[in-house]
């Protein structure tokens, strides 16, 4: 079993910044990728960025420029840096960490979710 844990959401004025954390306890496995999601009221749930276990990345494009992510494989720690943040960002955002069991099968496991509200 693997437990997600984010932080560092809140709400924040257009063009500030954010950065988010999620700690992952249990079954970790560095390789393993992680990613972060969010979801708008009345959007499905999107995929923001994600991070291979050797540190390759891929964005959504609305967020290429502006966001980074990185990880931590001491800590089990993967981090979201928002910056020039825009009202359209505003969502509730998810980490993932998504567990190889084989070839094509997996798990996905989820956080509770954190508030990020940018104020116009």
């Known amino acids: 079993q693997v437990q997600l844990v984010e932080s560092g959401g809140g709400l924040v004025q257009s063009g500030g910044s954010l950065r988010l954390s999620c700690a992952a306890s249990?079954?970790?496995?560095?390789?393993?990728?992680m990613g972060w999601y969010r979801q708008a009221p009345g959007n499905q749930r999107e995929l923001v960025a994600r991070?291979?276990?050797?540190?390759?990345?891929n964005y959504a494009d609305s967020v290429k420029g502006r966001f980074t992510i990185s990880r931590d494989n001491v800590k089990n720690t993967v981090y979201l840096q928002m910056n020039s943040l825009k009202p359209e960002d505003t969502a509730v955002y998810y980490c993932?960490?998504?567990?190889?069991?084989?070839?094509?099968?997996?798990?996905?496991?989820w956080g509770q979710g954190t508030q990020v509200t940018v104020s116009s």
């Open positions: 993932n960490y998504r567990e190889v069991i084989g070839p094509g099968r997996g798990n996905d496991y």
């Open positions: 249990g079954s970790i496995f560095s390789l393993n990728s």
């Open positions: 991070i291979t276990g050797s540190s390759l990345t």
